[in-house]
């Protein structure tokens, strides 16, 4: 099972999760990070380092967020990826914690 980035992360992406992924599995849109669910090798060390609490293993995810799962391995297929920590978005502490922001993703 891998870790799947959430809703949450929609117009935050704060970065501190890549820091500490040993497998170099986050992948980076334009307003929202993913993680690689082939690359990902399910040690959960960047559960506590995500701000926005966006980030869960497959399997503990809400009925709402399962579409994350899919979205995650889609993205994470086209978009660059991730190593090192960039500043969050602008408004990220303004949308941290907005629930239901899937209409706000930038593929």
Do not use: R
């Amino acid at each position: 099972m891998a870790f799947v980035v959430t809703d949450n992360c929609i117009q935050c992406k704060y970065t501190d999760c890549v820091a500490v992924c040993p497998a170099d599995a986050f992948h980076e849109g334009p307003n929202f990070m993913v993680i690689n669910p082939i690359e990902c090798i399910d040690c959960g060390l960047c559960v506590f380092e995500c701000d926005a609490a966006a980030i869960f293993q497959e399997d503990e995810l809400d009925e709402d967020q399962k579409i994350f799962i899919e979205l995650n391995a889609e993205l994470s297929q086209s978009w660059p990826n991730q190593t090192e920590v960039k500043p969050a978005m602008d408004d990220a502490d303004k949308w941290n914690g907005v629930p239901n922001k899937l209409n706000m993703l930038e593929k």
